[in-house]
């Protein structure tokens, strides 16, 4: 192979490689030239297509394929490697390079010293730049795609081991129009260490550390180098594990690097979508850590676009922003990471974008908080089936929260719930829904509480509606008052304040709604008085109009047991106008 590279015409040659086994690396360093095995235009995991493989063996410890030249593509072989890399790219002066349809089968990998200490890594196709301190070449119109990676392994040492799958290390350079897509990484396997076992799918690394030193490339700006508009789409990355402390060092996909808040380093304008990522293992610290927004100090400026893609499971990514079906979510995603909307199902099976919550404006989100917080005067914003682990406060006007239920009663022959789950108690009251703006309406959800109560009203609003919704079940809070301490759990609570001027109220509807479970058996026999209510009105010094409780299904109230001989109250309708 390296004979008819070297013996090629000026341009637009190509050099066409039958099946067979071809021991020794390659070196692709002249322009204009296609390197194309029997395999060509067909993409690496379609076998039942491909015929006899022409295999690239490297067996002299350095790379398979070394690409060195521009307009060079690499399509149809089988790779394997004894070296550290099977398929390499060097030269930070090349532009136009495909890398298409190659099987990367087995590589070793290879020791190296790191910070004086022995390291060990292996990569199935690398773009690393030379350290020499040439830097702020670009390098554009990078592909990778189609290709299978499997088999990346390193020796065992007595430090840092590494198997990527593709690696991109800048150096200081800039790479424009980086696609990597369609490929198949799996099996990834770093060797047995002391340290760090990592293992990363694709990983592109702005930011690195020269070997034997603790001085990082990236010291100062112009030393780092820029990755723009990288596309990372249709990958298939699955089965691999590590075992490392940070989330960083076992991943589906990471992005490393730190831009000292310049926009002229770093990693810009990421696009990654419709990737399939699942069954990644951490043994040493978070497992199935699949995406890393990177150490990007404006990130939160620019953010990551992670949208379209498959977590391994129809939940979506484990995020603080995410609070959907929270127990069932396997993969997670960093700070300032735009995942909604996900895939419902992995590409392979067909997986449509999916977001479990979305508003009148197109907007699409993780939890029913986020859309509230951007919602619109009059929007109505709906909830998928599903549980949301979070309490809300719908804070702007003419919100209606529906659900999959809306205009089915509580009692009714319903969809699987959308439940608005508030699991965290605060020191006393607190609420699961909390409405604090004229013209709201909650329609068809389900609500359970650990605080005081399920759904509540607790400043003079006007028009508000609460109707066929299932309040299942609330345990209630304890709040102090001159009169000792009491617990209190309230179905649905309008629970007007004392510390405000007089005002009127006109029109609250709750009807529909079946309410169940209200209880503060679990809290402290002390206090002073135990309330279990269904509707609690609390008007106090306000003056309310047209409310109408109706059509309400209310029962299995318990109230706890009070200490010293205290009242215990279980009301299913309770109006108090009293202002103490």
């Excluded at 029997?38 to 379609?46: D, E, K, L, R, V």
């Excluded at 702005?206 to 180098?225: F, Q, R």
């Excluded at 009059?378 to 809306?406: F, H, L, R």
């Amino acid at each position: 192979i390296q004979y008819a590279i070297n013996n090629a015409s000026a341009e637009n040659d190509t050099v066409r490689v039958g099946s067979g086994t071809y021991n020794g690396s390659v070196e692709i360093d002249r322009d204009d030239i296609v390197v194309q095995g029997p395999n060509s235009g067909i993409q690496a995991t379609n076998t039942s297509a491909r015929d006899g493989e022409a295999v690239i063996n490297s067996i002299s410890n350095s790379p398979a394929v070394v690409i060195n030249g521009s307009q060079t593509t690499l399509d149809g072989f089988e790779i394997r490697s004894d070296g550290q890399d099977g398929i390499r790219l060097s030269n930070s002066s090349v532009d136009n390079v495909a890398i298409i349809n190659n099987r990367i089968t087995d590589v070793d990998g290879s020791a190296y010293i790191r910070n004086d200490n022995p390291s060990g890594a292996g990569n199935g196709i690398q773009i690393q730049f030379t350290d020499d301190g040439s830097v702020d070449n670009t390098v554009d119109n990078v592909s990778i795609s189609r290709n299978l990676i499997s088999g990346v392994t390193t020796a065992n040492t007595t430090s840092r081991t590494l198997a990527i799958g593709i690696n991109v290390l800048p150096r200081g350079n800039n790479i424009t129009r980086l696609n990597i897509t369609e490929n198949t990484i799996t099996a990834l396997q770093p060797g047995d260490s002391n340290s760090e076992e990592e293992a990363r799918g694709i990983s592109i690394d702005t930011h690195v550390t020269k070997a034997n030193s603790t001085e990082s490339e990236g010291d100062s700006d112009d030393l780092k180098g820029v990755v723009n508009t990288p596309v990372v789409a249709g990958n298939n990355i699955r089965d691999f594990s590590g075992n490392a402390s940070s989330p960083f060092e076992v991943a589906g996909i990471t992005f490393f690097g730190d831009n000292a808040g310049s926009t002229d380093i770093g990693v810009n304008n990421f696009r990654i979508t419709s990737n399939n990522i699942e069954n990644i293992t951490n043994d040493g610290g978070l497992s199935s850590t699949v995406l890393i927004g990177g150490e990007y100090s404006d990130l939160a400026d620019d953010g990551l676009n992670a949208t379209s893609n498959w977590w391994g499971n129809a939940s979506g990514p484990s995020s603080d922003n995410n609070t959907y079906n929270e127990t069932n979510q396997l993969s997670g995603v960093s700070e300032n990471v735009t995942f909604t909307p996900w895939l419902d199902a992995s590409p392979e099976n067909n997986g449509q974008a999916f977001a479990p919550v979305t508003n009148d404006s197109g907007g699409e989100f993780a939890s029913i908080q986020a859309a509230i917080d951007a919602a619109d005067t009059g929007d109505t914003i709906e909830v998928s089936s599903g549980s949301y682990n979070e309490s809300i406060t719908i804070d702007t006007a003419e919100v209606t929260i529906e659900g999959p239920n809306a205009g089915t009663p509580g009692d009714g022959s319903r969809k699987t719930e959308a439940l608005i789950n508030r699991s965290t108690a605060p020191t006393s009251g607190g609420v699961a829904v909390d409405i604090t703006a004229d013209g709201v309406t909650v329609d068809g959800v389900q609500v359970a509480s650990v605080a005081q109560d399920g759904i509540a009203v607790s400043v003079p609003v006007n028009d508000t509606t609460i109707q066929n919704n299932r309040i299942t079940r609330v345990t209630g809070n304890t709040f102090g008052s001159d009169s000792g301490d009491r617990a209190t759990a309230n179905g649905i609570a309008f629970g007007l304040p004392r510390d405000t001027d007089q005002t009127s109220v006109t029109g609250a509807t709750v009807s529909n709604n079946q309410i169940t479970g209200i209880t503060t058996e679990d809290l402290d026999a002390e206090a002073d008085r135990t309330t279990a209510n269904g509707i609690q009105i609390l008007t106090r010094q306000h003056n309310v109009a047209n409310m109408n409780i109706t059509a309400n299904v209310i029962s299995d109230l318990e109230a706890g047991e009070p200490g010293n001989s205290g009242d215990k109250r279980a009301r299913g309708i309770v109006i108090n106008v009293g202002s103490e």
